[in-house]
């Protein structure tokens, strides 16, 4: 199993998941977001400020050559999960539904943060309990995620539903923090699994985060 | 020719940055029902018929310039 860490002028927890996937083991490289080869197996699009998030968080990284072939990337029996910045990155590319707004408070939150395990049938979460409670830290200003009505439906119809905030701390709609596609391959979070994945760190919840997706490809 | 594009979140959206200046004003003394903060964009195109102008900056606005999910726009054009 391979895995590549797409590095976007701007990154800034690149270096933080290459090191937590290479401590697992993993055959793991940086991807320059110029570049055009996706021979991975799981992509991890990380947090940061892609292109400056000038025009919209976002926005601007959607256009890089990496990811001329993510759709087809997303359609193959492959993993592709963005954290923070590469959560607002999926949603542009609407390979996730919903957008990330201004957090309700106008602040930017760094802290750490109480997640809920909401479903725990994803490559991602299977080493979690369903209802878990996890912590991982939080650290952007535009992580209100919003959906409309009829696409919440769909998100909870399809138990799209990731991770939960136990305590709201941005505005997003009921407290989604993180969700998945319908393939259950796509995934994205506001919260960062990386910035938890050593005791050194305090707290190692977010390895079994990575250790799942490891798993997943255990039998190729 | 130029192109003037204001982005605005949509109505049923919240905006917590007009909420805040909405405060700041009434604290001022004025007597303020609403505000919301957007975006201007303008964009120089090259010279040609006004239809053509319209499609393009429409284009634009929903390939990049605006996210449809959570943002409206309208524009005008100046030859």
Redesign the interface.
């Known amino acids: 199993m391979k895995a590549g860490v797409v590095v976007f002028p701007g990154s800034n927890c690149d270096k933080d998941v290459f090191e937590t996937l290479k401590g697992l083991d993993v055959d793991v490289k940086y991807i320059w977001h110029d570049e055009e080869n996706l021979d991975v197996d799981l992509l991890v699009l990380p947090g940061g400020f892609s292109y400056g998030d000038y025009?919209?968080c976002g926005?601007i990284a959607r256009?890089a050559r990496i990811l001329d072939g993510i759709y087809e990337f997303s359609q193959k029996d492959k993993l592709l999960v963005g954290i923070c910045n590469g959560f607002q990155i999926l949603?542009?590319l609407k390979l996730l539904p919903?957008?990330l707004?201004?957090?309700?408070?106008?602040k930017f939150i760094c802290e750490d943060c109480t997640l809920i395990v909401e479903n725990n049938n994803t490559p991602f979460t299977k080493l979690y309990e369903k209802g878990e409670a996890v912590n991982f830290p939080i650290a952007h200003g535009e992580g209100n995620y919003?959906?409309?009505e009829e696409g919440l439906k769909k998100l909870k119809e399809n138990n799209q539903i990731v991770f939960k905030y136990r305590n709201n701390p941005n505005?997003s709609v009921e407290d989604i923090a993180g969700i998945i596609n319908k393939n259950g391959n796509v995934l994205g979070l506001m919260p960062h699994p990386e910035r938890a994945s050593s005791k050194l760190l305090g707290c190692d919840d977010g390895t079994r985060f990575f250790k799942g997706a490891i798993e997943y490809f255990k039998d190729w | 020719m130029k192109a003037y594009i204001d982005v605005t979140?949509k109505e049923?959206?919240?905006d917590?940055?007009g909420a805040?200046v909405k405060e700041g004003l009434i604290k001022l003394g004025y007597d303020v029902e609403g505000v919301r903060i957007g975006k201007h964009i303008e964009v120089e195109l090259m010279d040609m018929e006004i239809n053509e102008a319209e499609k393009l900056i429409r284009e634009m606005c929903e390939k990049?310039?605006i996210?449809p999910?959570?943002e409206t726009y309208t524009f005008r054009l100046e030859v």
């Open positions: 025009l919209r926005a256009f949603t542009e919903g957008a707004l201004r957090n309700k408070n106008l919003f959906i409309d505005g | 979140l049923s959206i919240l917590p940055q805040a990049l310039l996210n999910v959570i």
